[in-house]
């Protein structure tokens, strides 16, 4: 079992529809969890972060982490062709900075 | 220049050339790392660095050489590379130490590299 299960996708969406992208994890010491999007060619760059169970929202960004089923996920409202991009999941322990990524979802948000 | 800088952005070598990558974070971190991403491929975690010492070496060919001189710069040395090193190569930034948020990690635009 992988450490960070995400589906590979693609994800298709309308533009203007709310778009669920999910990641299970394995480790139950993970305490630290992150959606970072990345556009082709190019670095992945940090949207949220979220640490404590229940839902925090940022924008049309909601994330959502449920320890005890060893779930999160990122909601995106509205969303637009700019959204298009593969997002990366990852975790980290309370001890050491290492981060464990997830091999991502393709989303593809058509107008 | 703000967050983590990356040079060179792109690089094409031959197999037998010897080239650096560089890495430079103005975040104020202690923390560094180099990631391989080769194409539709997950990130990669190659070396990681705290406060300077190299903390995590993931089974990487002696082929590459990181190099951490203080917390804010980060080198790669590259020698007698491989075709299959082609990729792209990320650096990125985080705090060091205990606590929900002190891993956050700040990437860099990365170096695109292709090995002949």
């Known amino acids: 079992q992988k450490e960070v299960e995400q589906n590979s996708g693609p994800l298709s969406v309308p533009e203007g529809a709310i778009a669920s992208l999910n990641c299970t994890y394995s480790?139950?010491?993970?305490?630290?969890f992150f959606w970072y999007r990345q556009y082709s060619g190019k670095s992945p760059e940090l949207i949220m972060s979220?640490?404590?169970?229940g839902d925090k929202e940022d924008g049309r960004f909601t994330a959502q982490l449920n320890k005890a089923s060893q779930y999160v996920s990122l909601l995106i409202r509205d969303s637009q062709p700019s959204d298009s991009a593969t997002y990366l999941c990852?975790?980290?322990?309370?001890?050491?900075?290492?981060?464990?990524f997830g091999a991502g979802t393709i989303l593809r948000v058509k107008s | 220049e703000t967050g983590v800088t990356q040079t060179p952005r792109h690089l094409v070598m031959g197999m037998t050339n010897k080239k650096s990558l560089k890495c430079e974070q103005h975040?104020?971190?202690?923390?560094m790392y180099w990631y391989k991403q080769s194409a539709k491929k997950p990130l990669e975690l190659m070396f990681v660095?705290?406060?300077?010492?190299?903390?995590e070496n993931n089974s990487v060919p002696s082929r590459f050489s990181p190099e951490c001189p203080n917390s804010s710069h980060l080198f790669l040395h590259l020698h007698t590379l491989q075709p299959e090193d082609s990729a792209l190569y990320l650096c990125?930034?985080?705090?060091?130490?205990?606590?929900?948020?002190?891993?956050?990690?700040?990437f860099g635009p990365g170096t695109r590299l292709t090995v002949l």
């Open positions: 990125a930034s985080s705090q060091a130490g205990r606590g929900a948020g002190v891993n956050t990690q700040y």
């Open positions: 480790d139950r010491g993970s305490q630290s």
């Open positions: 979220i640490y404590s169970n």
């Open positions: 990852a975790l980290g322990r309370e001890y050491g900075n290492k981060l464990v």
């Open positions: 975040l104020g971190h202690n923390a």
């Open positions: 660095y705290n406060f300077k010492e190299q903390t």
